[in-house]
């Protein structure tokens, strides 16, 4: 059965947006999205999707490729500059009223602690929120915890294939809901076409909170060896992202673990009406874990 058409608004080819594609077709959606270089829109092409060149700052690049589009789907990019965002929130609300967009849902891809906080990037994504909202489009926004895929970057998989140990800036007693790109992709389809539900925010999550010690039990178990946990701190966990992030993103995760370490609780619990989303998260890390064997870990 076709659902409709989804337009995937930013990030298609990076780790969310390549799970949310490919969740989408799996449920009978078509999708269309925009690419900055033709060797980006080529290769969506071939994965089947409507790929265009655009970018969030080119409205009309937007309107294009959103032209039938029944429902929209916004990610952010990896964007600090609270003019840019503005910008491209601006054109996404334009993009949703010219193309009358049946429901919208905005993927935060984190918690986004309204506690006061320095952590780069919380401010712009409830400056964002607030102009969706403020906007009178109808959307739904949901909130991840932290993804499993942070653990197949290539500044954590080698230290798992080679010395079977993950290292991660989160003290070992802390138990986080760690969710899967797949897990939030599902959740995006869950909310789709809930109309009844505009305008709501869900804090979202995924099988159960776990602990350090535990997410090596289920490497262990999946890998067929023992899996050591190591904490780290969030200054040396930055420094390891210099070579692939640059020194502005990497020195921001600095304050990001920081703040996960003093507030757990906004990192181990789900909203209390989760239920209204009427999905259950299916990836626990030693599922995520055997479904990557041997192309990441082995």
């Known amino acids: 059965m076709?659902?409709?058409?989804?337009?995937?608004?930013?990030?298609?080819?990076?780790?969310?947006?390549?799970?949310?594609?490919?969740?989408l077709m799996k449920a009978d959606y078509s999708v269309s999205t925009i690419a900055r270089s033709k060797d980006k829109c080529d290769y969506l092409i071939s994965q089947g999707i409507d790929a265009q060149p655009g970018d969030l700052g080119?409205?009309?690049s937007l309107k294009t490729a959103a032209k039938g589009a029944d429902y929209l789907v916004f990610l952010l990019p990896l964007e600090r500059d609270k003019n840019k965002l503005t910008l491209y929130t601006k054109n996404v609300i334009d993009v949703c009223n010219s193309a009358n967009i049946k429901n919208m849902v905005f993927n935060t891809s984190s918690r986004v602690s309204e506690l006061e906080n320095k952590v780069p990037g919380f401010a712009e994504k409830r400056m964002v929120e607030a102009q969706l909202r403020d906007s009178g489009i109808p959307f739904i926004c949901l909130r991840p915890?932290?993804?499993?895929?942070?653990?197949k970057a290539p500044w954590s998989m080698a230290d798992i294939n080679d010395h079977s140990?993950?290292?991660?800036?989160?003290?070992?007693?802390i138990k986080v809901m760690w969710n899967s790109a797949d897990d939030v992709a599902r959740y995006v389809i869950a909310?789709?076409?809930?109309?009844?539900?505009v305008g709501k925010v869900f804090?979202?999550?995924?099988?159960?909170?776990?602990n350090g010690?535990?997410?090596?039990?289920?490497?262990?178990?999946?890998?067929g060896r023992e899996v050591t946990y190591k904490g780290i701190t969030p200054s040396a966990f930055a420094n390891s992202l210099i070579p692939f992030l640059g020194e502005t993103h990497s020195m921001g995760m600095v304050s990001y673990y920081e703040f996960v370490?003093?507030?757990?609780?906004?990192?181990?619990?789900?909203?209390?009406?989760?239920?209204l989303l009427a999905y259950e998260p299916q990836d626990s890390f030693e599922k995520w874990v055997r479904r990557l064997i041997p192309d990441v870990f082995r």
């Open 58 to 60: 080119e409205l009309e």
């Open 261 to 275: 370490n003093a507030h757990p609780e906004n990192w181990g619990e789900v909203s209390s009406d989760i239920e």
């Open 145 to 151: 915890t932290i993804y499993m895929e942070n653990y």
């Open 213 to 223: 010690k535990e997410i090596a039990a289920q490497f262990s178990t999946a890998l």
């Open 203 to 210: 804090e979202i999550g995924g099988v159960k909170a776990v």
């Open 191 to 197: 909310a789709l076409e809930k109309s009844e539900l």
């Open 165 to 173: 140990c993950l290292k991660y800036p989160i003290a070992e007693d």
């Open 2 to 23: 076709n659902n409709g058409k989804v337009f995937l608004c930013g990030g298609a080819a990076g780790s969310q947006g390549s799970a949310l594609s490919e969740q």
